[in-house]
């Protein structure tokens, strides 16, 4: 069974211009989850899905980070414009509907300079 | 909301013997523990989990108890391994619905 899908693994950018990640869950995976990881920190929820629906946004800096999932399935995380304390790895993770197991992917790397 | 503190932030052990990683948490709500193993590079790999009506489960070297009286629950590797050397996160869940909270996390360090 595949995991959970993430690109790009790395991405440099400098302050104030855009960027963009993209997850697809394991396949029949209802639950959607964004997280920040700060170094040295443990993962921070920025967002969750159920299908297209957000359950969860009350951590999402929303000035600047917007997410969606419109078919239910893959989803983007978008943050515009960046800042140097964003830099940060953005794992994305997703769950059976009623499953409390979580999944994680491997994560892109952020680097704002 | 819950809060996940998690004890020691490192720790080193030689190859063979025991590790044991604390965690406490603040919601009594909360239901659902697992435990993830980060290498370096890498996302967070679920490793065990344990519910709030059980009080210990093992899967092979690996085991964790829970004691939702005092509202904290535990790690517990044996013989440990140099492949073990990672970073460990515990995390909560209350009921579905509610995101996981983490720890900040323990690195490991096994000395062969």
């Known amino acids: 069974e595949a995991g959970v899908a993430q690109s790009p693994r790395y991405k440099i950018i400098e302050k104030r211009q855009s960027v963009a990640f993209w997850c697809n869950p394991i396949s029949g995976h209802a639950t959607l989850y964004w997280y920040q990881q700060i170094l040295g920190q443990g993962p921070k929820l920025l967002i969750q899905f159920q299908n297209n629906g957000v359950v969860d946004d009350s951590q999402l800096p929303k000035d600047r980070f917007s997410a969606e999932r419109l078919k239910g399935v893959d989803s983007t995380l978008k943050i515009q414009p960046a800042k140097l304390e964003d830099s940060a790895v953005y794992l994305c993770?997703?769950?059976?509907?009623?499953?409390?197991?979580?999944?994680f992917g491997q994560g892109t790397r952020l680097t704002v300079v | 909301g819950e809060n996940v503190e998690q004890h020691p932030s490192t720790l080193s052990v030689q190859e063979g013997d025991s590790a044991v990683i604390k965690c406490t948490y603040s919601?009594?709500?909360?239901?659902?523990f697992p435990w993830y193993k980060q290498e370096l590079g890498k996302g967070p790999q679920l490793i065990i989990d344990i519910r709030s009506n059980v009080g210990e489960k093992k899967d092979q070297r690996i085991a964790v108890t829970l004691n939702k009286t005092a509202k904290h629950f535990s790690l517990h590797i044996t013989e440990t391994q140099p492949e073990d050397s990672a970073v460990y996160f515990c995390?909560?869940?209350?009921?579905?619905?509610?995101?996981?909270?983490f720890g900040p996390g323990t690195r490991l360090s096994v000395l062969p």
């Open positions: 995390a909560a869940r209350g009921n579905y619905g509610q995101n996981f909270v």
């Open positions: 919601d009594s709500a909360s239901n659902y």
């Open positions: 993770a997703s769950s059976l509907v009623g499953i409390p197991e979580a999944f």
